[in-house]
């Protein structure tokens, strides 16, 4: 019995794929690498000590995806296949379409027809928008996302809530706020391609020397600083939390919940300037930055109300800001090392 995790050599992937194989469960892996590298699955071996099966394809290639549900008996999926560049989204959206809802439908039409259960799915707090209210339960009306990435997360919400209601099966959609940080081995981390968009990946390449300064998008907001708030979890703690989801799911048969949805975040809110102070402290390394206007699309705030995954999971993201902030710059100097 086989979970499958597509998109597995990914960030977040890479990350539950440890916590899995931690956890005893037979890990089937399909990625195309598009975003991600092989050196990652040798890492999580190292790590783990143990292979799981590995498939580099595209997931939007059905027939290859009928072999490995052929080759394995898969009970689960957690998918995180997925492009996640919110610019580039702007850009192609055809393209973003294609490949986060095509690969989504594939592996359900497996589900569908070979009666599986247990999908997880990589959903975002980008689905609220800008709420009203702070912190953001999971009862907070979502928003017409700004993005075509932002808008593939809601319609991967509406489409697996009809396949799990019209076919009878457990599925959990879980937001995540702003994921950070890197393996406490400096084995697994977020893979900088090109110039990052996200701030931690930013900060790290500033502090590194690889970026000149950051720009700091906004000192206008109303916040304590000026500066926008999120609510930034540690990937480890993010990873667990996929753990308990899909322990959920399996061991709680009952068809009464068909659909759980969970915040995945630290309940938290830390502003841009308080997370560069932090990385500054917890690494004693200079983050040269510059304010500049806001970013267009960019909300003010958002953190995420906890209680029911907390209560529900038996999970809680406890790993300090600066502790993961730490991970981040030791993760840093492993690249680097592999550059030399
Ligand atoms: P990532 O890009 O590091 O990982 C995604 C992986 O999926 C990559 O390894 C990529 O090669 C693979 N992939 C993409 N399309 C594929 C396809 N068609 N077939 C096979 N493999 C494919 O991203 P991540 O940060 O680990 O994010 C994982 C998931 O979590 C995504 O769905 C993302 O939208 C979601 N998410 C991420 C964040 C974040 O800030 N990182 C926040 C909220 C939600
Ligand atoms: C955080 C804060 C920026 C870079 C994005 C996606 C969202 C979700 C999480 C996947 C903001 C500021 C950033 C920089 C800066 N991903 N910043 N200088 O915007 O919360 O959300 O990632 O689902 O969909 O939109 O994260 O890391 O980009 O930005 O000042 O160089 O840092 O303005 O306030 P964000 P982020």
Same mark, same amino acid.
């Given at each position: 019995?086989?979970?499958?995790?597509?998109?597995?050599?990914?960030? =977040?992937?890479?990350?539950?794929?440890?916590?899995?194989?931690?956890?005893?469960? @037979?890990?089937?892996?399909?990625?195309?690498?598009?975003?991600?590298?092989?050196?990652?699955?040798?890492?999580?071996?190292?790590?783990?000590?143990?292979?799981?099966?590995?498939?580099?394809?595209?997931?939007?290639r059905k027939e290859l995806?009928?072999?490995?549900? #052929?080759?394995?008996?898969?009970?689960?999926?957690?998918?995180?296949?997925?492009?996640?560049?919110?610019?580039?989204?702007?850009?192609?959206?055809? @393209?973003?379409?294609?490949?986060?809802?095509?690969?989504? =439908?594939?592996?359900?039409?497996?589900?569908?027809?070979?009666?599986?259960?247990?999908?997880?799915?990589?959903?975002?707090?980008?689905?609220?928008?800008?709420?009203?209210?702070?912190?953001?339960?999971?009862?907070?009306?979502?928003?017409?996302?700004?993005?075509?990435?932002?808008?593939?997360?809601?319609?991967?919400?509406?489409?697996?809530?009809?396949?799990?209601?019209?076919?009878?099966?457990?599925?959990?959609?879980?937001?995540?706020?702003?994921?950070?940080?890197?393996?406490?081995?400096?084995?697994?981390?977020?893979?900088?391609?090109?110039?990052?968009?996200?701030?931690?990946?930013? $900060?790290?390449?500033?502090?590194?020397?690889?970026?000149?300064?950051?720009? $700091?998008?906004?000192? @206008?907001?109303?916040?304590? #600083?000026?500066?926008?708030?999120?609510?930034?979890?540690?990937?480890? #703690?993010?990873?667990?939390?996929?753990?308990?989801?899909?322990q959920k799911l399996i061991?709680?048969?009952?068809?009464?919940?068909?659909? @759980? =949805?969970?915040?995945?975040?630290?309940?938290?809110?830390?502003?841009?300037?308080?997370?560069?102070?932090?990385?500054?402290?917890?690494?004693?390394?200079e983050v040269p930055y510059?304010?500049?206007?806001?970013?267009?699309? #960019?909300?003010?705030?958002?953190?995420?109300?906890?209680?029911?995954?907390?209560?529900?999971?038996?999970?809680?993201?406890?790993?300090?800001?600066?502790?993961?902030?730490?991970? $981040?710059?030791?993760?840093?100097?492993?690249?680097?090392?592999?550059?030399?």
């Open positions: 019995m086989a979970i499958l995790v597509t998109g597995g050599l990914g960030y =977040i992937g890479s990350h539950t794929v440890v916590e899995l194989l931690n956890n005893n469960f @037979d890990v089937v892996i399909v990625d195309d690498l598009s975003n991600s590298e092989r050196f990652i699955l040798k890492n999580i071996e190292e790590i783990t000590g143990k292979k799981p099966a590995f498939y580099p394809f595209d997931l939007k995806l009928t072999q490995v549900f #052929d080759a394995h008996e898969i009970t689960g999926c957690i998918n995180f296949a997925a492009s996640k560049a919110v610019g580039e989204s702007q850009l192609k959206p055809v @393209d973003y379409y294609e490949n986060n809802l095509f690969s989504l =439908i594939n592996i359900l039409q497996e589900f569908k027809e070979r009666q599986i259960s247990n999908f997880i799915f990589s959903s975002s707090c980008t689905v609220y928008g800008q709420a009203d209210q702070m912190p953001i339960d999971e009862n907070t009306p979502l928003k017409m996302p700004e993005s075509v990435y932002g808008k593939t997360k809601q319609m991967g919400e509406e489409i697996l809530t009809d396949f799990a209601k019209a076919y009878h099966r457990k599925i959990s959609l879980l937001r995540y706020f702003n994921p950070i940080g890197a393996h406490p081995s400096a084995k697994l981390g977020e893979l900088p391609i090109g110039i990052p968009n996200n701030l931690v990946p930013y $900060v790290m390449q500033t502090a590194a020397g690889v970026r000149e300064k950051l720009s $700091v998008w906004g000192d @206008d907001y109303p916040t304590e #600083d000026g500066t926008a708030v999120r609510d930034y979890i540690y990937v480890v #703690d993010l990873a667990k939390a996929h753990v308990a989801a899909l061991n709680d048969p009952s068809e009464e919940t068909l659909v @759980d =949805i969970y915040n995945l975040g630290t309940g938290k809110g830390s502003s841009v300037l308080e997370v560069v102070k932090a990385f500054e402290i917890a690494n004693n390394v510059q304010i500049c206007k806001r970013r267009e699309g #960019d909300i003010t705030i958002a953190y995420a109300h906890v209680d029911k995954a907390e209560k529900e999971l038996s999970w809680k993201a406890g790993t300090p800001l600066e502790e993961a902030l730490r991970t $981040v710059w030791e993760w840093q100097k492993y690249l680097e090392s592999r550059n030399t």
